[in-house]
């Protein structure tokens, strides 16, 4: 699911905004006390929460599950992805309900260090790639060839990027190979990092409107494919293997089976929340249904939540059976 102090606290706001949240800093989405309340039962429960939407959605139907079914204290510290797994290492996270590969976070926590657990795929995809606005695909139809992006690397020009093409990147948190592949495609382009989904969802809207051109970093379980079209630019087929030394990626982004992690010590605290979490699934349009309501319709993240859970009891069922 991106760099001068400025820019990052505008992303910041950006992403309060969109998220429907109202607190930013360091780590950016604070702890929510509002999001705690009863029961002895299941005792505290801290979800992780990243800076995006869909891992929002996540962190809220699952919380809002185990608050109202199982009594759970539940908190939404915000953390990066990496730290995220360090907090769970150290004992201060206790899961995180969206995880996109990272396979050296899952050598050292849940291979050598062992203080970390997979516990089974959210039922969800992801898919990283790099993106045009509508009207740039339709005048430029060869532009979706990764090919042909130098011919076109003139119209991509900013003040950031200077004489290359501009390629605009999101949270720098998040995962991507782009100077890699800029590098390794021979691309005449520069990275640039716009600092949030709030800002590149923005980005994609300006293009379209006002015509102008955009090459950018953008992925999957996404609600504003339901708003726009964005069209893929296919990069080099990956195959397996490909990406495995980051310095030498020149090939597209894999298919990601979305999964879940859990703190080797709350997987071991009897907590009827590590149940919930395991048995938790859903799909990229259920994913994408709850993200709408809070980026688009401006709905809290539990009222989202809530709204979902209420008209699919029987997918609530299966999580709690």
């Known amino acids: 699911m991106a760099r001068g102090t400025s820019r990052l606290q505008l992303a910041c706001v950006a992403v309060a905004v969109a998220l429907g949240l109202t607190a930013c800093g360091s780590g950016g989405i604070k702890d929510n006390p509002s999001g705690a309340s009863g029961g002895k039962d299941c005792g505290d429960l801290r979800i992780a929460v990243n800076p995006w939407t869909g891992y929002v959605s996540n962190a809220h139907v699952i919380g809002y599950v185990a608050k109202t079914k199982l009594g759970c204290n539940v908190t939404y510290p915000d953390v990066k992805e990496e730290v995220g797994w360090a907090g769970m290492a150290s004992g201060s996270i206790d899961t995180i309900v969206e995880n996109w590969g990272h396979p050296d976070l899952v050598k050292k926590y849940i ?19 790099w993106y045009v606005p509508p009207w ?29 093409g501009q390629l605009l990147d999101g949270d720098p948190s998040y995962v991507t190979n782009d100077e890699a592949l800029v590098k390794n495609l021979k691309l005449n382009y520069k990275v640039v990092v716009g600092g949030s989904e709030a ?26 494919f339901s708003e726009m079209k964005l069209v893929h630019v296919n990069l080099p087929k990956y195959t397996d293997g490909c990406d495995a030394d980051p310095a030498k990626v020149n090939c597209d982004y894999p ?16 907590s009827p929340a590590v149940d919930l979490i395991k048995k938790f699934s859903w799909t990229n349009d ?15 993240p539990d009222d989202a939540a809530k709204k979902w859970v209420d008209a699919n009891p029987d997918k609530v069922k299966a999580w709690l059976g």
Not at 136 to 164: Q, R, V
Not at 286 to 300: H, L, R
């Open 255 to 270: 298919e990601y089976n979305l999964n879940k992690l859990i703190a080797k010590k709350f997987a071991d605290s009897g």
């Open 199 to 224: 800002s590149l969802i923005q980005s994609f809207k300006s293009a379209e409107k006002n015509k102008t051109p955009l090459l950018a970093y953008f992925y999957e379980p996404q609600w504003f």
């Open 111 to 129: 291979d050598e260090q062992k203080s970390v657990e997979d516990a089974g795929p959210t039922g969800g995809k992801g898919i990283i790639g």
């Open 136 to 164: 740039m695909a339709e005048k430029y139809p060869d532009i979706t060839d990764w090919k042909s992006l130098n011919k076109y690397a003139s119209l991509f020009k900013t003040s950031e990027s200077g004489d290359k």
């Open 286 to 300: 259920d994913q994408n249904i709850v993200s709408t309501y809070i980026a688009k319709d401006g709905m809290s």
